[in-house]
């Protein structure tokens, strides 16, 4: 063999090395890089609430599991991915458990597939698009369609998703099977009160229990920690009003808290005023009206958006998104502290709110006395020490109902729905609860202030116009002169 042709075969023989060189570490590089992303997540989120991503509420549980959680999917994962908008969130939010933690695994069961499985939970009565996660002896049920809040248009015909609530409602089931207790929350009934379905679902999605109580039957037979009590419209009867402060004293266990929201009609509510009166809140008649322009929306002094009060131990809110306070009562706080009760403002209206009298005749003007920043949520907190241990119940009052109603929670550019299950979770000091938003998916509604509209008006409608006819003009002077 010449010199020439060995050169070309050990050529030959060192380029065929170099390919299989390269080829090898290709599936190399994809074989770790597959092995990566079942761990770690190799992806960023642009979305601007983070849509795709766990809350750091979230990962700090997941980073706290000391036993094994099983999600399983009663759905194929391909078909759940290829719905598309939300349900590819869904099938996103769902993996990622498994990707932030070695504690979690996620399986896609096909119930036609698995009837071995099924039958496993046979008392669980498992079907197509169920989730049932499990640790231990314990389980929990929930179901695709309840990843997301819905609305039914009747002038569609149709119901469309709104928001998702995944996040909260997967986390919320894992705290419920490795928690050893639940927090529960009472709706007292009896005084003709409301409670609207989205606030039960809230509180449902972020890990509460909810049950009910009569405030009629002259005690109230409850052990929940929170109780709700929304637009009565009756008042208590004195068996119930000492059932109710016995509820809040807990024989001397105390950690119960009411949470207290008024009609927007004012109601004369004697016992239960005196209640209130106790623990440092009055109402009163008339309602509050936002003066303020940057303080109110589509025009209506009465949908108030309401300031966060600032300060150390108060419940967190989100930046930039304000809470909403529709027709809410006059809202006093009657003292800080006396007697063992502190009382603090959490929610207030601008110093340019005022009141409009029940009966205010259509003439009716506010004076310059009538000016000030009336409270729209006040704690009060009893505390008691037993040696060193401090035991504490609580009042949430709200000015307005209507500020945990519907409207309110379920619209995400109001901060209600969030600040309500923070509020909740600082004072029932639980870890078994969360506070994590619905995220949308959809572009959101702009909600602006009086003034936003007028200052975009004029922008819109009469600057850029002129600025713009002014340059043509001058345009056409310039090429006149040429």
Request: with cysteine; net charge negative.
């Amino acid at each position: 063999m010449t010199k020439n042709n060995m050169c070309r075969a050990g050529i030959r023989w060192l380029s065929s090395a170099l390919l299989a060189v390269g080829l090898a570490a290709l599936v190399l590089i994809n074989l770790v890089t597959n092995a990566l992303a079942q761990r770690i997540s190799l992806t960023w989120d642009l979305t601007h609430d983070k849509a795709y991503e766990l809350s750091e509420q979230t990962l700090s549980i997941l980073a706290s599991l000391d036993e094994k959680v099983a999600i399983d999917v009663m759905c194929d994962g391909i078909d759940l991915e290829n719905g598309g908008g939300y349900f590819a969130q869904a099938k996103w939010l769902l993996d990622q458990y498994a990707v932030r933690s070695r504690s979690v695994t996620v399986t896609y069961r096909d119930p036609a597939a698995n009837p071995g499985f099924i039958a496993q939970y046979a008392d669980m009565k498992l079907e197509q698009y169920d989730i049932l996660v499990s640790c231990g002896g314990q389980t929990q049920k929930t179901n695709i369609f309840d990843l997301f809040n819905s609305e039914y248009v009747e002038q569609l015909g149709k119901q469309y998703i709104r928001s998702s609530k995944a996040e909260q409602e997967l986390t919320s089931a894992i705290l419920r099977v490795t928690s050893e207790r639940t927090v529960t929350v009472a709706f007292l009934t009896g005084l003709e009160s409301v409670y609207p379905q989205s606030l039960r679902e809230l509180l449902s999605s972020g890990g509460y229990d909810i049950t009910e109580a009569s405030l009629t039957t002259g005690f109230l037979d409850t052990q929940a920690d929170i109780a709700f009590l929304l637009s009565p419209s009756r008042d208590l009867s004195a068996e119930a009003l000492d059932a109710l402060n016995n509820y809040m004293e807990n024989g001397g266990q105390f950690g119960r808290t009411l949470v207290y929201a008024p009609a927007p009609n004012a109601v004369r509510l004697p016992n239960l005023e005196a209640f209130l009166h106790q623990w440092g809140i009055s109402y009163g008649d008339g309602l509050v009206l936002e003066m303020d322009q940057q303080r109110y929306i589509n025009g209506k002094p009465y949908l108030s958006l309401v300031e966060y009060v600032q300060g150390e131990n108060l419940p967190s809110h989100p930046d930039n998104v304000p809470f909403l306070s529709p027709l809410g009562r006059e809202l006093h706080q009657e003292f800080q502290a006396q007697s063992g009760y502190e009382t603090q403002v959490l929610l207030q209206y601008s110093p340019q709110a005022c009141v409009m009298p029940v009966q205010a005749s259509d003439d009716w003007q506010p004076s310059a006395d009538d000016f000030y920043a009336y409270p729209a949520l006040i704690r009060s907190q009893y505390t008691q020490y037993e040696g060193k241990e401090a035991k504490r119940s609580t009042v949430l009052a709200f000015a307005a109902a209507e500020a945990l109603g519907s409207t309110s929670l379920e619209n995400v550019s109001f901060s209600n729905a969030e600040y309500l299950l923070s509020a909740l979770r600082m004072v029932c000091g639980s870890e078994s609860v969360i506070a994590i938003p619905a995220k949308t998916l959809m572009a959101e509604q702009m909600v602006i202030t009086q003034s936003q509209y007028i200052v975009l008006a004029v922008i819109f409608m009469l600057l850029i116009p002129a600025l713009t006819l002014a340059g043509g003009i001058g345009m056409w002077w310039h090429r006149k002169r040429l």
